[in-house]
C-alpha cells in the first residue's frame, strides 16, 4: 500500500468513533509506515480525528515496541523533539501521545515518564504554552490510569494549575489530580466543589464534558474511598 492510500485508509478509519477493534485493524498496517500519517492528523481541525490519532499511535507504538523496542524510542524521542523548542514546531498532540503511549507500554512509562513530567517543572522542561501546558497534563492523567506511583512527583506542580485564570488548565489539573488520588491536594480542590465552570475532555474513546465541581467531587470521592 502506498503512502496517499495508506493515510486515506487512516483517515477513513479516524473520522469515526474508535475503540478496541479499529485500534487492532489500525495495527494490522505495517507499523513503522503508520507513524508519519498519524502524526500529521495531529494537526487535524477536527477534534475527533486528531484525538483518535493520538489513541491510535498510542496503540501502534505499544504494539511496535513490543516487537521493535529501539524503533518505539524512535517515536518517543521524535515526540519529545516537536516539544523542544529548537524544532521550530509547536508539537500539537505530542504530550497526550506521550501519555497514551506509555499507559499502554510499561517498559517506555518507566523509562520516558518523568520527562512528561518535567514539562511541569518550572526548574524543569517547563513549557509556557497554555494549550500545550494542558496537553501535558492530559498525557500525565493518562499515564497515571495505568501507573499512578510514575506520576507523583507532579503533586507539588498541580496547585500552579489549579489557580491557573484559564479554566481549562484548572480543570484538567483536576482530572489528572483525580487518578493520582493524593490527599496532600484535597484542601486545594475542595475549594471547586462550587465551580461550575465546564471543559470537555477526550476519555475512554470519547469527548467529556464535565464541570470542575464534578471533577472535584470525582477526587475528593476517590480519595474517601481509598481511606476505607
Keep these: 500500500m502506498g503512502t496517499r492510500a495508506l493515510k486515506e485508509t487512516l483517515r477513513t478509519i479516524l473520522e469515526k468513533p474508535i475503540s478496541g477493534p479499529e485500534l487492532e485493524k489500525i495495527c494490522t498496517l505495517p507499523l513503522r509506515k503508520v507513524i508519519n500519517p498519524l502524526f500529521s492528523f495531529f494537526y487535524s481541525r477536527q477534534e475527533t480525528v486528531r484525538w483518535n490519532a493520538i489513541t491510535?499511535?498510542?496503540a501502534v507504538t505499544s504494539r511496535l515496541a513490543a516487537l521493535e523496542m529501539e524503533h518505539a524510542r524512535i517515536v518517543m524521542r521524535r515526540l519529545m523533539w516537536n516539544l523542544n523548542d529548537e524544532s521550530g514546531g509547536i508539537?500539537?498532540?505530542?504530550?497526550?501521545?506521550?501519555?497514551e503511549?506509555?499507559?499502554r507500554c510499561t517498559p517506555l512509562a518507566y523509562e520516558?515518564?518523568?520527562i512528561l513530567v518535567s514539562y511541569t517543572d518550572p526548574n524543569g522542561n517547563f513549557i509556557e504554552h497554555d494549550k500545550l501546558q494542558s496537553g501535558v497534563l492530559w498525557g500525565i492523567g493518562r499515564l497515571a490510569q495505568s501507573h499512578p506511583h510514575l506520576t507523583s512527583p507532579v503533586i507539588p506542580f498541580l496547585p500552579y494549575y489549579l489557580t491557573a485564570s484559564d479554566p481549562y488548565l484548572r480543570g484538567m489539573a483536576l482530572w489528572?489530580?483525580?487518578y493520582i488520588g493524593s490527599p496532600l491536594l484535597v484542601?486545594?480542590?475542595s475549594a471547586f466543589t462550587q465551580d461550575f465552570s465546564q471543559i470537555t475532555i477526550f476519555e475512554n474513546f470519547r469527548?467529556?464534558?464535565?464541570?470542575?465541581?464534578?471533577l472535584a467531587h470525582q477526587f475528593l470521592s476517590n480519595i474517601s474511598t481509598k481511606k476505607k
Excluded at 508539537?91 to 501519555?99: C, D
Excluded at 469527548?207 to 464534578?214: A, D, G, I, R, V
Design 112 to 114: 520516558y515518564g518523568s
Design 176 to 178: 489528572t489530580a483525580g
Design 187 to 189: 484542601d486545594t480542590i
Design 101 to 103: 503511549i506509555m499507559a
Design 56 to 58: 491510535a499511535m498510542g
Design 207 to 214: 469527548l467529556k464534558t464535565y464541570t470542575l465541581s464534578e
Design 91 to 99: 508539537g500539537w498532540g505530542s504530550p497526550e501521545a506521550m501519555g
